[in-house]
């Protein structure tokens, strides 16, 4: 059935918004729009989906609210630091500083590619909740549609 799920608030990853929209269909085709940031989450995701629907075109839009970090996560930052730290002392050089840092780990997020990384727990509690949401549009709008017949 055709809906519209929405859910928005803090997670993990910074302020979300969430809207996840479906239209009747036979199989099941999930599209993702998500903000760069948000680029490694796309197969949790469209698991979640999958787990919780089993036809339709649904599309999913995750949108960062007001600004985003433009820092890489403090987990790539750490790694990056530590491993160039380990390289700087092993040919016995300066440590990095905090700007070489975040260039190189930003620098690596544009050509790594991350299709695996879980979703968080608060984030997939949002998405958890659009798509309650949207199952709730949906019941919605097939009592009315069941009405409308009879």
Same mark, same amino acid.
């Not at 996840?20 to 269909?25: D, L, Q, S, T």
């Given at each position: 059935?055709?809906?519209?799920?929405? @859910?928005?608030? @803090?997670?993990?990853?910074?302020?979300?918004?969430?809207?996840?929209?479906?239209?009747?269909?036979?199989?099941?085709?999930?599209?993702?729009?998500?903000?760069?940031?948000?680029?490694?989450?796309? @197969?949790?995701?469209?698991?979640?989906?999958?787990?919780?629907?089993?036809?339709?075109?649904?599309?999913?839009?995750?949108?960062?609210?007001?600004?985003?970090?433009?820092? #890489?996560?403090?987990?790539?930052?750490? @790694?990056? &630091? *530590?491993?160039?730290? *380990?390289?700087?002392?092993?040919?016995?050089?300066? #440590? #990095?500083?905090? &700007?070489?840092?975040?260039?190189?780990?930003?620098?690596?997020?544009?050509?790594?590619?991350?299709?695996?990384?879980?979703? #968080?727990?608060?984030?997939?509690?949002?998405?958890?909740?659009?798509? *309650? *949401?949207?199952?709730?549009?949906?019941?919605?709008?097939?009592?009315?549609?069941?009405?409308?017949?009879?």
């Amino acid at each position: 059935m055709t809906g519209v799920g929405f @859910a928005a608030g @803090a997670t993990e990853v910074g302020e979300l918004r969430i809207e996840v929209r479906a239209v009747n269909g036979r199989a099941l085709a999930v599209k993702l729009r998500l903000p760069g940031g948000l680029f490694g989450f796309e @197969a949790a995701i469209e698991a979640a989906v999958r787990a919780r629907l089993q036809r339709g075109t649904v599309s999913v839009v995750v949108e960062h609210k007001g600004t985003a970090s433009l820092l #890489p996560d403090r987990a790539l930052l750490r @790694a990056t &630091a *530590d491993e160039l730290r *380990d390289v700087a002392r092993e040919f016995g050089q300066q #440590p #990095p500083t905090l &700007a070489e840092v975040v260039q190189l780990a930003n620098a690596a997020t544009r050509h790594e590619v991350v299709t695996s990384r879980p979703l #968080p727990p608060r984030a997939a509690a949002l998405l958890a909740a659009a798509l *309650d *949401d949207l199952d709730r549009h949906r019941g919605a709008e097939g009592a009315a549609t069941t009405g409308a017949i009879a």
